[in-house]
């Protein structure tokens, strides 16, 4: 996984954060790429990549989560500081 130098160190906090609070296996090693603009992170595997964008990733999971449980989720901590 790579993220922009600026939040790579941010991004690898919420991973650990998520990885800790779910059991799942998640990358431990954000790698800094300065071609990569703050909003976009970079996920490799062996056949190929993705980047994803955080905003749009976070607004999608706002949105499921409001209509699962039919109220905005609290904003947390993480989010505060970005």
Sequence with gaps: MAAAPAVA??????????AA??????????????????????????????RLDLAAVAAATRRILAEAFGAEPPVSAMQESA
């Excluded at 991004?11 to 998520?18: F, I, K, S």
């Excluded at 779910?22 to 703050?38: E, H, K, R, W």
């Design 9 to 18: 160190d941010r991004v690898a906090a919420a991973l650990r954060e998520a």
């Design 21 to 50: 609070r779910s059991g799942a296996d998640l990358p431990q090693a954000v790698a800094p790429d300065p071609s990569l603009d703050a909003r976009i992170v970079r996920v490799a595997w062996s056949s190929g990549e993705a």
